[in-house]
């Protein structure tokens, strides 16, 4: 089975130039987020998807970040513009919650690394 | 919202030793305690989880605590290993939103 797959891995960019992250939860997986990994730190949560609806987005910088779901599967993060202290590495994750079966448990793909200029 | 706190932040240990790493919590309503392995270059991966209705958990060599009333959680790993090097995080909340601490890095010596 495949995992939650993201692109691009790297992107360097000049600061205030535009930059979007993609992710590919593991199919059937109704619950995605987005976190941002400072270097030498825990992961912190962007925002969280339950299908196509964005549920918990109250840790999104909603001046310059904007992320979309849509049909409930892709998800696509974006930076507009980029600024110095965005460097970080964004982790794609997703769980699969529902009535019967709810563990918890997240699936991260492997993050985008991002580096501002 | 929960702040989770993460100690040490680096670790090491002889190969077949043991290593302890601790968290606490700020949350009393936080019922859900994961511990997430990070390999580099790769995403966090879950090794072990404990709820708030447990006190202890064991799976091989690597087992969880729980202290409620102390709020704070601990993970274990025995007969440490060098596949056991890597950083290692905390996590609290609920099953929809997390707090993770800062990550262990854990290397284990030959």
């Known amino acids: 089975e495949a995992g939650v797959v993201q692109s691009p891995r790297y992107k360097i960019i000049e600061k205030k130039q535009p930059v979007a992250f993609w992710c590919n939860p593991i199919s059937g997986h109704n619950t995605l987020y987005w976190y941002r990994q400072n270097l030498g730190q825990g992961p912190e949560l962007l925002i969280r998807y339950e299908n196509e609806e964005a549920v918990d987005d109250s840790q999104l910088p909603k001046d310059r970040f904007s992320a979309e779901r849509l049909k409930g599967v892709d998800s696509t993060l974006k930076i507009q513009p980029a600024e110095l202290g965005d460097s970080a590495v964004y982790l794609c994750?997703?769980?699969?919650?529902?009535?019967?079966?709810?563990?918890?448990?997240?699936?991260f793909g492997e993050g985008s690394r991002l580096t501002v200029l | 919202g929960e702040n989770v706190e993460q100690h040490p932040s680096t670790l090491s240990v002889q190969e077949g030793d043991s290593a302890v790493i601790k968290c606490t919590y700020s949350d009393s309503a936080s019922n859900y305690f994961p511990w997430y392995k990070q390999e580099l270059g790769k995403g966090p991966q879950l090794i072990i989880d404990?709820?708030?209705?447990?006190g202890e958990k064991k799976d091989q060599r690597i087992a969880v605590t729980l202290n409620k009333t102390a709020k704070h959680f601990s993970l274990h790993i025995t007969e440490t290993q060098p596949e056991d090097s890597a950083v290692y995080f905390c996590a609290g909340g609920n099953d929809y939103k997390l707090s993770f601490g800062a990550g262990t890095t854990v290397t284990v010596r030959a």
């Open positions: 994750a997703s769980s699969l919650n529902s009535l019967i079966s709810f563990t918890g448990e997240l699936f």
């Open positions: 404990i709820r708030s209705n447990v």
